[in-house]
């Protein structure tokens, strides 16, 4: 069968697999007696937004600001030492939770940026990426029918997992403009089925850092109903303003049941070699730990390597310089939307903004990003794609974790609107 054109496979719900476009007729039901079917998820599942920008934009030749695949340069320590394990070797499976020096370098890195202690045998997963982390704890601790709290605007990744495995996100609204917590619409939206809490801080898209009072919120309302913490901690160092980053682990009672997610794709710049982690209390990572070796088997082995040494030898200079860079990325994009009329978000955290687009032609937010695409040659993300059906259709996602020329020259063709 031939590949739908991009345009047609946009999803209405947010990258979510359970809708098809109004314009697009389900496949008709098997003739009677054929038991060759898809699945029930499958006949409504289409590409991501993101993904569908980011094709887009290459088809066209511009730049993309849409998809957060940051583009900057690896650090030499971690692109040469896994180059190094290569000739040396390290080509075969690991351990189905990773090399034991990764998962030591993991444990130490835990220990100095937030006091937390993990045993490196039984208390930590390498995985094939954050996201592989997400459904490998998702497969082990949840159950179809049950239910997750997961906030808005959400990570479309998250809910796409949950709906996945049957499982079902209830969406929590952030308050608009500084996407601030509603602890009573958090605490209302719990019910008997409610099994844990999605929390993405420094958040996708909004680039929202949850204060130590929202974590407490969050905290509480977990030990009261003895829920799970699913804490999505992939922008850790991206942190601006002065704020500060809380791992939720650190709080009374929630090393326990806590489950840290986190990666270095963004830390090192190596989104495509697919490297994030879990630590978790060791009653729950035997469980992850097989559900990631039967859908993953293992983490590419001597991209671990170079892992490992990124968190053995880069100094604490290396992380604050992280997020002096983004913060000034972040000014000179905010700037450029201001100039183009168009308001922004101003994040603190992560590397995406939020900005309204009124002014600009189309119906949707996704028709929105076509034309800005059309115009300008830069790719943004329909914010629709974050939000539940009818909100976020005057909202554009940009990602400024680009290098300086490309970042510059989408800034100036965003100013020449």
């Known amino acids: 069968m031939p590949e739908l054109p991009v345009v047609t496979r946009i999803a209405l719900e947010n990258n979510d697999p359970a809708r098809l476009r109004p314009d697009m007729a389900a496949p008709p039901d098997p003739a009677p007696g054929v038991r060759l079917r898809l699945s029930e998820l499958a006949p409504g599942t ?8 980011s094709t887009e934009c290459e088809r066209m030749g511009g730049i993309n600001l849409a998809q957060g695949v940051c583009d900057t340069p690896v650090p030499p320590v971690v692109e040469e030492e896994a180059i190094a394990a290569i000739k040396a070797g390290h080509n075969i499976y690991t351990r189905l939770d990773g090399i034991g020096r990764l998962r030591n370098a993991i444990v130490q890195k835990q220990r100095r940026d937030y006091g937390l202690t993990y045993d490196p045998e039984a208390e930590v997963l390498v995985a094939s990426g954050a996201t592989a982390g997400l459904h490998a704890a998702c497969m082990a601790l949840l159950n179809p029918g049950d239910e997750v709290l997961v906030f808005e605007p959400f990570y479309g990744y998250h809910t796409a997992t949950l ?5 079902k996100p209830v969406l929590v609204p952030l ?3 500084d996407w601030a917590l509603d602890a009573d619409a958090l605490r209302a939206a719990v019910t008997p089925k409610t099994r844990a809490i999605i929390l993405n801080t420094p958040a996708n898209p909004s680039g929202k850092v949850f204060t130590r009072e929202e974590t ?3 905290a509480e309302l977990c030990r009261e109903h003895d829920l799970f913490l699913f804490t999505d901690e992939i922008y850790e160092y991206f942190v601006y303003d002065g704020q500060r980053h809380i791992s939720p682990a650190t709080l009374e009672g929630m090393r326990e049941r806590t489950i840290i997610i986190s990666g270095f794709s963004k830390t090192f710049s190596i989104t495509g070699w697919r490297l994030g982690y879990v630590t978790a209390d060791a009653r729950w990572m035997g469980a992850m730990s097989y559900f990631h070796d039967l859908t993953y088997v293992c983490a590419p082995s001597p991209l671990q390597h170079g892992a490992a040494a990124g968190l053995e030898h880069l100094p604490p200079a290396f992380y604050a310089q992280i997020a002096a860079d983004h913060q000034s990325k972040r000014e000179r994009l905010v700037a450029a939307l201001r100039d183009a009329g168009m308001e922004p978000s101003v994040p603190v955290g992560a590397y995406y903004i939020l900005a309204r687009v009124d002014r600009l032609p189309g119906e949707t937010a996704a028709l929105k990003a076509r034309n800005l695409l059309a115009a300008t040659g830069v790719a943004a993300v329909a914010g629709s794609a974050f939000f539940r059906p ?3 259709e005057n909202l554009l996602r940009f990602c400024f974790a680009k290098k300086n020329a490309d970042l510059d020259e989408a800034c100036a063709r965003l100013r020449r609107l």
């Open 175 to 177: 308050a608009e403009p």
């Open 46 to 53: 289409v590409q991501s937004e993101i993904r569908a920008m």
């Open 163 to 167: 709906k996945s495995l049957r499982i």
């Open 390 to 392: 009818g909100r976020g």
């Open 216 to 218: 407490e919120s969050v």
